[in-house]
C-alpha cells in the first residue's frame, strides 16, 4: 500500500502536462522511465503490477484534475521542484501535509498533493 501511495504522489505532482503535448522533442526529468513502467506493467506478480495499476491511476487522475480547472477556467497550477530532489523527500512533504490535514483526507488525492507540493516548492 506505500508504495502504492508512493507512485499515485508521484505521478500527481511531478508528471507535467507537457509529458502530453504534441512537441515530441521536449525532454522531461521524471523518477520513472518508460522502461521503469513497462517493467512492472509486464511482470507477472499481482504485487508488482499494482506499482503499475498505481502509477496509471495517478497519472489519469492528474488528467481529470488538470482538465476540471481549464473546464472551469482556472490556471493550471505547477510546483517548481529543485533539481536532485529524492522521491522520498517529495514523499514526506505530502504526507506530512495529509497528517496535518485529516479533515480534508477524503477530497481529491493529486489536489492535497499538487497544493502541497507548490506551497512547499512554489515557482520563482
Given at each position: 500500500?506505500?508504495?502504492?501511495?508512493?507512485?499515485?504522489?508521484?505521478?500527481?505532482?511531478?508528471?507535467?502536462?507537457?509529458?502530453?503535448s504534441?512537441?515530441?522533442?521536449?525532454?522531461?526529468?521524471?523518477?520513472?522511465?518508460?522502461?521503469?513502467?513497462?517493467?512492472v506493467?509486464?511482470d507477472?506478480?499481482?504485487?508488482?503490477?499494482?506499482?503499475?495499476?498505481?502509477?496509471?491511476?495517478?497519472?489519469?487522475?492528474?488528467?481529470?484534475g488538470?482538465?476540471?480547472?481549464?473546464?472551469?477556467?482556472?490556471?493550471?497550477?505547477?510546483?517548481?521542484?529543485?533539481?536532485?530532489?529524492?522521491?522520498?523527500?517529495?514523499?514526506?512533504?505530502?504526507v506530512?501535509?495529509?497528517?496535518?490535514?485529516?479533515?480534508?483526507?477524503?477530497?481529491?488525492?493529486?489536489?492535497?498533493?499538487?497544493?502541497?507540493?507548490?506551497?512547499?516548492?512554489?515557482?520563482?
Amino acid at each position: 500500500m506505500r508504495v502504492k501511495t508512493f507512485f499515485v504522489m508521484a505521478v500527481a505532482l511531478l508528471w507535467p502536462v507537457l509529458v502530453f503535448s504534441e512537441t515530441p522533442e521536449i525532454r522531461v526529468t521524471s523518477f520513472v522511465s518508460g522502461n521503469d513502467l513497462f517493467h512492472v506493467c509486464a511482470d507477472g506478480r499481482d504485487a508488482v503490477r499494482q506499482i503499475c495499476d498505481a502509477y496509471v491511476e495517478g497519472v489519469t487522475d492528474t488528467i481529470v484534475g488538470v482538465n476540471a480547472l481549464e473546464a472551469n477556467g482556472l490556471a493550471i497550477p505547477s510546483a517548481c521542484l529543485p533539481k536532485g530532489i529524492a522521491p522520498e523527500q517529495v514523499r514526506a512533504v505530502v504526507v506530512q501535509y495529509l497528517i496535518a490535514n485529516p479533515a480534508i483526507r477524503h477530497l481529491a488525492a493529486a489536489g492535497h498533493a499538487l497544493s502541497t507540493l507548490q506551497a512547499a516548492f512554489p515557482c520563482k
